[in-house]
Every structure is written in structure tokens, then in C-alpha cells.
């Protein structure tokens, strides 16, 4: 809304002019498109961008200048940071540059795997919970058990059962996620229900599979998306803190958990073996949360205001 | 009021129950034969079968799980199969170290992050509050080991003045004892504190649009009094539910800093019970921390009646 004012008219002499009023809202230029989108929503942009570069770094991490992160060199171990070991080298010789790129790999495979499969377990979940109801009172049930097991503790007391490989830490992360998604997915269901819309749709015919399908599926979404990308920035900690705690992966893939793992024994006097993975584990964990962040304000306005 | 925190109580008889039975059928589904452990490498199938049938371990799921829930009602949480001392004298001589930590941090997250998120609230689109929620945000982001060995690296070895690692107990005094928790509190309360001041922010946001405040404001009182009596109890409800939720932070984070910290509490227990697969201990450690967990979310529900006399049930 932006208030006229008759400044550029010629005013005959002695005529007071009223005080040119400020505008009550400043014009909102709206830009179309992807990189329009990107240019209103910066933390989105920077937070999309930096993990992009991490998955670039994933994906080429063979081509970046890495020997073999399994590497033994007893010789040359625990060298500081040189031309030769960019980021040092550890107790046992290996090149904690390589490893450090390679450990990108299990860390977002494990943080995109378990936002996907917790995000599709929740919402299948939730949206039973949400719609049946005499289903309602047994999975809620359930679901509150679960959810009064602290996370991490959850993940650890199912690696202790099974061995330690990349495809179980996953399983275990998705099982500690999978109840918070569902409770945020059903409390969405039960919201959309009472919609004057779904009552339309009811009072004109349609099938309930229908319904959740057209009206109430694509409205869970928007929040999904939000959500998911926390769960894939707390399933990365997660993850390293079972490498960390020697229940997460096994030793021999290195992951960033493993690698600070292992310098462990040696950080107070050789740190770097330590600081390498532990800077790129928050650069990448931050630049989900911008992304989530960043999402969250396109997505819902009316919560970006006061969070 | 007194009927709705009786139910309330009786609401969390079903879901410790559901972590029960979840508990249980960790044991029950663990990998190892917990008879042919105890019999030895010399045994006879039929000294396994013995011990096995002593045990109760041939008998029904249900049966079995009625049998341990009885044992754990009656304070007995079983015997770790590598000590072979009972598992509630293990935790006994841990627990110390952990309630303490994560005492100190619950006291420290408070002190810190509600005055923060309130003057975040209150000069709302300032750099002060740009400058506290970009903190907010970095904090979140950084996984508790990092904040822990960061911390250690800058106080403890660079500047010495406190100690890198280890713990002692209250008995020996309240400085030695602060002085050894001072720098894992403020690590394991980093991501609680970005958390805690969060929610404080939008909060006290909601309410300090409110015509009442306008009125307090209208009426002459200094500011100080609107935020921190008149807006703050009104915006108390979420900010004490996310604290009650926080505190499976706390208790996630506290098995990490003791390991960083090397400080001899349940968490190093814990990841000692993992190596070995010391099945009951783990057991024991997610029983107690969940009936931790769910008794301070009672605590929670029963503070909002005294907290907001609005509330009604």
C-alpha cells in the first residue's frame, strides 16, 4: 500500500501542502523463478550452496588431490599439517585430509538416508495415526514410549545389538527420528480435518484415500520438508557421536566420528587430527540448519515471524 | 487440580511400561546366549541347558518379561555379565559425576539463555537481536564434542586456568568440584542454550504484543519489571516444555562429554557396557535415564498449574 502524495503538482502560492507521509509498507519486489526464489530467501541460498559444495566434495572426493584413506604409513606417523599431509597425518600414518574428504561420504549418505526414510516412515505413520482412530490411541501409545527414550540413547541400545556397519547406523538413527515425525505429521493431520475445505470434499463425495491424498497430503509437506532437513542435521551428530563413542561405524571406514575417535588419545598434543573433522562436521551440520532455517521462513511465514 | 496431577502420574504408568517392554526385548533379542556365556567355554550342552532352565530363559517371552519387571520394581536391574556386580551398584557409584554435570548445566542454561532470548524479544530486529539469534544459530550447529574440545584447547592447555580433564567429588569441596565442571557444563549447554533462547525469543515476542503490556507500559513501570515479571510469567508455558524436552539433550550430550572430559560418570559406563555388550548395564542406563526423562516432563506438566492459574483441567 503505498501512499499517494500530490508533490508533483503544481501548487498554487500560499496552499500548505501536507508533509509527505512515510509508506506504510515498503514495495515488496517479488522475484520469480529459482534464482529469484534463492535471491528473497538468502539463508536458503548460502545454506543450499555450502552443502552442494560438500556433496561436490563427496562425490569427487578421489579426484581432490587423496591418497588412500586406509593408508598405513607407520613411518611417517603423526606429522603436523605440511605440503606433503595437508591436515597431518595420524598415529598410524594415514592421511587425515583423505580421510576427512572420505568421511564426507558416510555423513551425508547417513544424513540424507535417515531424514528420507525417517521423513516416508513418519508420515506414513502419522497420517494412519491421523486419519484411523482406533488406530490413534494404540501408535500414539507407542510412539510416547518411544519418544521418552532420549535419541542418542535409543540409537546406542540398538547398535549394541548389531555390528557396526554404515547400513545399521542408519536403521538405528531412522528408529530414534521416526517418532518425532510421526507426532508432527499427525498433529498436522488433525489440524487439516477440521478444514472447511475437507468437509467440502466430504459433503460433495469424495473417498477418504482420496482426501488425504489430494487435500491432506500435499499440506503435510511443507512442514515435512522443514523437519526433514533438521532430522538429517541431527542424524550427521548422531552419527558421529556413535563413531565417537565406538558404537557407530566400524574403524575401518573413516568417518568423521571415527577419525576424532581416533586422535582422541593424541588432542592435547597434536589437535589437528582432531580440529579437520570437527570443523567440516559443523560447517556441514550449520549449513543444513541455514538450509532448514531458510526453508522454514519461505515456507511458513506466520512461524518465521516469531522464531 | 489435585485430581488432574494424580492423572497425570497414572498417564505415565502406560508409557514406561511400552520403554519397559522395549528395554526388555533388547535382552531378549540380543545377539549371544547369555546361558552359554555364564556356563563357560568348558560346558556340556546340558550344563547350558541347566543354567538355561535355572535361569527361566527356556520359559515364554511374556512370562519372562512379567518375571524382570517384577525384579526391577523391586530395585533389581539385574547383573552385568563382564563385572558380575549387580547393575544398580555399577550405576551407584556413577551417578555422582553425571548428576552433577547435568545439574550444573540445567542451572547454567537457564541463567544464560532466558535473559538472553527476553532481550533478544525485546530489542527484536536490532543487531542485538540479530547478534544473539546468529549465535543461536552457530551454537545449534556445533555437535558437543567440538564446543567440549574447543573449550578445553582454549582454557585448560593454552591459558591453564582450569583443568583439561577429570572430576571430584562434592565431598571434597564446592571449588575443586565447580572447577572441574565449569567447561562441560558450558559445552554440553551450548546446543541447549541456542535452543532455550529460541523459543524465550518468540515467546516473549507473542506476548509483549499484548494490550496488558501496553497498559504496564503506559502506566510508567521501568522496563526491566515488564519483561522480566509482567511479560516473562506469561510466556513461561513453552519456554519450561522445551526445558522438560531438553533434557534428552542433556542426557545425549552427557555419555559425549564425559568422554571428552574423561569425567567417570554413567556415560563412560555406558560406552564401557557398549565395547563389552554388557547387556544389562545398557539396559539399566536407558531404563533409569528414561524414567529421568519422563519424570522431570511430569515435574514440567505439574509446574504449568502453578506456573499459569489459567490452565484448567
Same mark, same amino acid.
Given at each position: 500500500?503505498?501512499?499517494?502524495?500530490?508533490?508533483?503538482?503544481?501548487?498554487?502560492?500560499?496552499?500548505?501542502?501536507?508533509?509527505?507521509?512515510?509508506?506504510?509498507?515498503?514495495?515488496?519486489?517479488?522475484?520469480?523463478?529459482?534464482?529469484?526464489?534463492?535471491?528473497?530467501?538468502?539463508?536458503?541460498?548460502?545454506?543450499?550452496?555450502?552443502?552442494?559444495?560438500?556433496?561436490?566434495?563427496?562425490?569427487?572426493?578421489?579426484?581432490?588431490?587423496?591418497?588412500?584413506?586406509?593408508?598405513?604409513?607407520?613411518?611417517?606417523?603423526?606429522?603436523?599439517?605440511?605440503?606433503?599431509?595437508? /591436515?597431518?597425518?595420524?598415529?598410524?600414518?594415514?592421511?587425515?585430509?583423505?580421510?576427512?574428504?572420505?568421511?564426507?561420504?558416510?555423513?551425508?549418505?547417513?544424513?540424507?538416508?535417515?531424514?528420507?526414510?525417517?521423513?516416508?516412515?513418519?508420515?506414513?505413520?502419522?497420517?494412519?495415526?491421523?486419519?484411523?482412530?482406533?488406530?490413534?490411541?494404540?501408535?500414539?501409545? /507407542?510412539?510416547?514410549?518411544?519418544?521418552?527414550?532420549?535419541?542418542?540413547?535409543?540409537?546406542?541400545?540398538?547398535?549394541?545389538?548389531?555390528?557396526?556397519?554404515?547400513?545399521?547406523?542408519?536403521?538405528?538413527?531412522?528408529?530414534?527420528?521416526?517418532?518425532?515425525?510421526?507426532?508432527?505429521?499427525?498433529?498436522?493431520?488433525?489440524?487439516?480435518?477440521?478444514?472447511?475445505?475437507?468437509?467440502?470434499?466430504?459433503?460433495?463425495?469424495?473417498?477418504?484415500?482420496?482426501?488425504?491424498?489430494?487435500?491432506?497430503?500435499?499440506?503435510?509437506?511443507?512442514?515435512?520438508?522443514?523437519?526433514?532437513?533438521?532430522?538429517?542435521?541431527?542424524?550427521?551428530?548422531?552419527?558421529?557421536?556413535?563413531?565417537?563413542?565406538?558404537?557407530?561405524?566400524?574403524?575401518?571406514?573413516?568417518?568423521?566420528?571415527?577419525?576424532?575417535?581416533?586422535?582422541?588419545?593424541?588432542?592435547?598434543?597434536?589437535?589437528?587430527?582432531? /580440529?579437520?573433522?570437527?570443523? /567440516?562436521?559443523?560447517?556441514?551440520?550449520?549449513?543444513?540448519?541455514?538450509?532448514?532455517?531458510?526453508?522454514?521462513?519461505?515456507?511458513?511465514?506466520?512461524?518465521?515471524?516469531?522464531? | 487440580?489435585?485430581?488432574?496431577?494424580?492423572?497425570?502420574?497414572?498417564?505415565?504408568?502406560?508409557?514406561?511400561?511400552?520403554?519397559?517392554?522395549? +528395554?526388555?526385548?533388547?535382552?531378549?533379542?540380543?545377539? $549371544?546366549?547369555?546361558?552359554?556365556?555364564?556356563?563357560?567355554?568348558?560346558?556340556?550342552?546340558?550344563?547350558?541347558?541347566?543354567?538355561?532352565?535355572?535361569? $527361566?530363559?527356556?520359559?515364554?517371552?511374556?512370562? =519372562?518379561?512379567?518375571?524382570?519387571?517384577?525384579?526391577?520394581?523391586?530395585?533389581?536391574?539385574?547383573?552385568?555379565?563382564?563385572?558380575?556386580?549387580?547393575?544398580?551398584?555399577?550405576?551407584?557409584?556413577?551417578?555422582?559425576?553425571?548428576?552433577?554435570?547435568?545439574?550444573?548445566?540445567?542451572?547454567?542454561?537457564?541463567?544464560?539463555?532466558?535473559?538472553?532470548?527476553?532481550?533478544?524479544?525485546?530489542?527484536?530486529?536490532?543487531?542485538?537481536?540479530?547478534?544473539?539469534?546468529?549465535?543461536?544459530?552457530?551454537?545449534?550447529?556445533?555437535?558437543?564434542?567440538?564446543?567440549?574440545?574447543?573449550?578445553?584447547?582454549?582454557?585448560?592447555?593454552?591459558?591453564?586456568?582450569?583443568?583439561? =580433564?577429570?572430576?571430584?567429588?562434592?565431598?571434597?569441596?564446592?571449588?575443586?568440584?565447580?572447577?572441574?565442571?565449569?567447561?562441560?557444563?558450558?559445552?554440553?549447554?551450548?546446543?541447549?542454550?541456542?535452543?532455550?533462547?529460541?523459543?524465550?525469543?518468540?515467546?516473549?515476542?507473542? +506476548?509483549?504484543?499484548?494490550?496488558?503490556?501496553?497498559?504496564?507500559?503506559?502506566?510508567?513501570?521501568?522496563?526491566?519489571?515488564?519483561?522480566?515479571?509482567?511479560?516473562?510469567?506469561?510466556?513461561?508455558?513453552?519456554?519450561?516444555?522445551?526445558?522438560?524436552? $531438553?533434557?534428552?539433550?542433556?542426557?545425549? $550430550?552427557?555419555?559425549?562429554?564425559?568422554?571428552?572430559?574423561?569425567?567417570?560418570?554413567?556415560?563412560?559406563?555406558?560406552?564401557?557396557?557398549?565395547?563389552?555388550?554388557?547387556?544389562?548395564?545398557? =539396559?539399566?542406563?536407558?531404563?533409569?535415564?528414561?524414567?529421568?526423562?519422563?519424570? +522431570?516432563?511430569?515435574?514440567?506438566?505439574?509446574?504449568?498449574?502453578?506456573?499459569?492459574?489459567?490452565?484448567?483441567?
Amino acid at each position: 500500500m503505498t501512499v499517494l502524495t500530490t508533490s508533483t503538482v503544481q501548487m498554487p502560492p500560499g496552499l500548505v501542502v501536507a508533509p509527505r507521509l512515510p509508506d506504510l509498507l515498503l514495495p515488496v519486489r517479488v522475484r520469480r523463478g529459482v534464482l529469484g526464489f534463492l535471491r528473497n530467501h538468502p539463508t536458503v541460498a548460502i545454506g543450499g550452496a555450502l552443502l552442494l559444495l560438500l556433496v561436490l566434495i563427496g562425490v569427487l572426493a578421489p579426484w581432490l588431490g587423496t591418497v588412500d584413506p586406509t593408508a598405513l604409513a607407520p613411518a611417517r606417523r603423526t606429522r603436523a599439517p605440511s605440503a606433503e599431509f595437508w /591436515f597431518g597425518s595420524d598415529m598410524l600414518g594415514r592421511d587425515v585430509y583423505s580421510r576427512v574428504l572420505y568421511g564426507t561420504r558416510v555423513s551425508l549418505t547417513v544424513g540424507l538416508s535417515v531424514a528420507a526414510l525417517a521423513s516416508f516412515a513418519g508420515l506414513v505413520i502419522g497420517l494412519v495415526s491421523g486419519t484411523v482412530r482406533w488406530a490413534d490411541g494404540i501408535i500414539m501409545r /507407542f510412539i510416547d514410549g518411544l519418544m521418552s527414550i532420549p535419541p542418542i540413547l535409543l540409537a546406542v541400545a540398538l547398535m549394541a545389538l548389531t555390528r557396526g556397519s554404515v547400513g545399521n547406523v542408519i536403521l538405528a538413527i531412522t528408529t530414534a527420528e521416526i517418532p518425532r515425525v510421526s507426532r508432527l505429521v499427525r498433529g498436522v493431520v488433525l489440524s487439516l480435518r477440521e478444514q472447511p475445505y475437507v468437509d467440502a470434499a466430504t459433503a460433495s463425495g469424495t473417498r477418504t484415500p482420496m482426501i488425504i491424498l489430494r487435500h491432506i497430503l500435499p499440506n503435510t509437506l511443507g512442514p515435512m520438508l522443514v523437519q526433514a532437513t533438521y532430522i538429517c542435521a541431527s542424524a550427521m551428530i548422531v552419527e558421529s557421536i556413535l563413531s565417537f563413542i565406538g558404537a557407530g561405524t566400524p574403524p575401518t571406514i573413516p568417518s568423521w566420528g571415527n577419525i576424532m575417535a581416533e586422535g582422541r588419545a593424541l588432542w592435547q598434543i597434536k589437535p589437528y587430527i582432531v /580440529f579437520f573433522p570437527a570443523a /567440516f562436521l559443523s560447517v556441514t551440520v550449520l549449513a543444513v540448519n541455514l538450509l532448514g532455517d531458510g526453508l522454514r521462513d519461505a515456507l511458513d511465514p506466520r512461524m518465521a515471524k516469531s522464531l | 487440580m489435585l485430581s488432574y496431577i494424580l492423572r497425570r502420574i497414572l498417564s505415565t504408568i502406560p508409557v514406561m511400561a511400552i520403554v519397559a517392554l522395549f +528395554v526388555f526385548s533388547l535382552l531378549y533379542i540380543a545377539p $549371544g546366549d547369555p546361558a552359554a556365556v555364564i556356563a563357560g567355554d568348558q560346558a556340556s550342552p546340558a550344563d547350558v541347558e541347566r543354567i538355561r532352565q535355572s535361569l $527361566g530363559l527356556d520359559r515364554p517371552f511374556l512370562v =519372562q518379561f512379567g518375571s524382570w519387571l517384577w525384579h526391577i520394581l523391586h530395585g533389581d536391574l539385574g547383573t552385568s555379565i563382564f563385572t558380575n556386580l549387580p547393575v544398580t551398584a555399577l550405576i551407584a557409584q556413577r551417578i555422582e559425576p553425571t548428576l552433577s554435570l547435568m545439574v550444573l548445566t540445567l542451572v547454567l542454561t537457564i541463567v544464560v539463555a532466558v535473559p538472553l532470548g527476553v532481550v533478544a524479544a525485546w530489542k527484536a530486529g536490532s543487531w542485538i537481536d540479530r547478534a544473539i539469534m546468529g549465535f543461536a544459530v552457530f551454537a545449534f550447529s556445533l555437535p558437543v564434542f567440538v564446543v567440549g574440545y574447543v573449550l578445553a584447547y582454549v582454557f585448560a592447555l593454552q591459558f591453564e586456568w582450569l583443568p583439561v =580433564q577429570g572430576y571430584t567429588p562434592l565431598a571434597e569441596g564446592l571449588w575443586p568440584w565447580l572447577q572441574n565442571l565449569i567447561l562441560p557444563a558450558v559445552a554440553l549447554g551450548s546446543v541447549y542454550i541456542a535452543l532455550i533462547a529460541r523459543i524465550t525469543r518468540a515467546s516473549m515476542l507473542e +506476548v509483549l504484543q499484548q494490550d496488558y503490556i501496553r497498559t504496564a507500559r503506559a502506566k510508567g513501570l521501568d522496563q526491566r519489571s515488564i519483561l522480566f515479571v509482567h511479560a516473562l510469567k506469561n510466556a513461561a508455558v513453552p519456554i519450561v516444555t522445551v526445558i522438560g524436552i $531438553g533434557v534428552a539433550l542433556l542426557i545425549g $550430550g552427557a555419555v559425549v562429554t564425559e568422554s571428552v572430559f574423561a569425567i567417570p560418570g554413567l556415560g563412560r559406563l555406558t560406552i564401557d557396557a557398549i565395547l563389552r555388550r554388557d547387556y544389562p548395564v545398557i =539396559q539399566g542406563i536407558v531404563l533409569l535415564f528414561s524414567f529421568l526423562y519422563v519424570l +522431570v516432563n511430569l515435574m514440567v506438566d505439574v509446574t504449568y498449574t502453578l506456573v499459569d492459574p489459567r490452565i484448567r483441567y
